[in-house]
């Protein structure tokens, strides 16, 4: 007999495969906005950040998972980040989310997962840092957790979501590439009534503007109508919210993450993560009344990080410039609505919960109506 791992590794196989030969959008030579993706046109493209995933495909009904974001690889709970927390529409449960914008700073990794797995994540996220050395007489830690409703395709009454799965992605946490679509957190999720998932993408500034990073990661899981670069693909196609056909509402959530190397203090990064938002009505979102969009940005600049015994009192730190801010807006704005386009791109079809299916984008007849428009070259 299999084990449960074995198990969901072999099911998850067929997924792996077709995600890898699905493309993102740049692989059709398509560009959104005007600066330039770093080297992996991803979140970890701003150094030290790391991403673990752990995907749960278990027999026809758990289709869930995790997706970690670790903001350095020390101990975050003694060299904290400043941070802040932007709601687009409150239909969600973010954890930790009032200590952040109160204190203006994270102190554990962040976690994203399904609706009703949250509090078990947030414990999984307490046990990694109580684990660690140095943090032997902590007694008060604020978990960072975030969630999107994948109970269409999983059993999320079942909580399958376990701290051991949440310790796994924290500790398998990397620099390097970032696997997106049907995977992590975004395993069982829905977008503009395709399946949708984890998408990512990074923006670095030329050096004349400083030549920070801005990086980001999706969990899309909300409606709308599909646009692509300007086209209203959803609508050509025959698929968005309200039209009478469509068994699924408008509602849905998304979760956005903002890294930035660039020094930026709370109100700063607040002001960046609003403009992330932005990003979500470029893609056709009107952020309606059952969906959860919340944008959390943070900065891993060392010359900004918080210690609590080094700045027992005082703390001196230099940070952008307003009046060069702008750059970093765009950027954030940019990288958040090409995250969204990969999620769907890559994302593959998955059948789950009471034998439901939710199809992937079918890029063969986005790819007519982009060359149609002009957008991608026949």
């Known amino acids: 007999m299999k084990s449960p791992i074995v198990s969901s590794i072999l099911l998850l196989l067929p997924i792996l495969a077709s995600a890898q030969e699905r493309p993102r959008l740049r692989d059709w030579g398509m560009e959104i906005g005007i600066f330039t993706p770093g080297p992996l046109n991803a979140i970890t493209d701003v150094k030290g950040v790391g991403v673990g995933q752990v995907t749960l495909v278990r027999g026809d009904s758990v289709r869930t998972g995790v997706t970690a974001v670790v903001p350095h690889s ?112 975004g395993t069982g999720t829905i977008c503009f009534g395709w399946k949708g998932g984890i998408g990512t993408s990074s923006r670095r500034l030329p050096a004349s503007m400083g030549g920070f990073t801005v990086g980001v990661l999706v969990q899309t899981n909300y409606g709308g109508i599909l646009d692509i670069a300007g086209v209203p693909v959803g609508r050509l196609l025959g698929r968005y919210s309200f039209k009478q056909e469509l068994d699924k509402s408008a509602d849905g959530s998304c979760m956005i993450v903002v890294a930035t190397d660039a020094p930026m203090d709370h109100l700063q990064l607040r002001r960046l993560a609003a403009r992330a938002l932005l990003a979500l009505g470029r893609t056709g979102s009107a952020m309606s009344h059952g969906s959860g ?86």
């Open 74 to 185: 020390g101990n975050l709970f003694r060299e904290k980040v400043p941070a802040a927390i932007v709601v687009g529409n409150g239909f969600g449960k973010l954890v930790g989310s009032t200590q952040v914008n109160e204190l203006g700073q994270i102190e554990t990794p962040i976690v994203l997962t399904n609706t009703l797995s949250v509090w078990d994540a947030a414990n999984g996220v307490v046990d990694h840092m109580l684990s660690l050395p140095g943090n032997e007489n902590v007694g008060s830690v604020n978990p960072v957790v975030g969630e999107t409703n994948d109970g269409f395709l999983n059993d999320i009454r079942g909580r399958h979501v376990t701290r051991e799965d949440v310790r796994r992605a924290i500790a398998i946490a990397s620099d390097g590439a970032v696997e997106e679509g049907s995977v992590g957190a």
């Open 293 to 378: 969009d919340y944008a959390i940005a943070f900065s891993t600049s060392g010359a900004v990080r918080v210690n609590p015994v080094r700045d027992a009192f005082t703390r001196a730190t230099a940070v952008v410039n307003d009046d060069a801010i702008s750059a970093l807006f765009q950027s954030a704005v940019e990288a958040t609505e090409e995250s969204v386009l990969n999620s769907l791109f890559k994302a593959t079809s998955v059948t789950g919960h009471k034998g439901r299916t939710v199809g992937a984008l079918p890029l063969d007849r986005v790819r007519e109506v982009l060359v149609r428009f002009g957008r991608v070259k026949p």
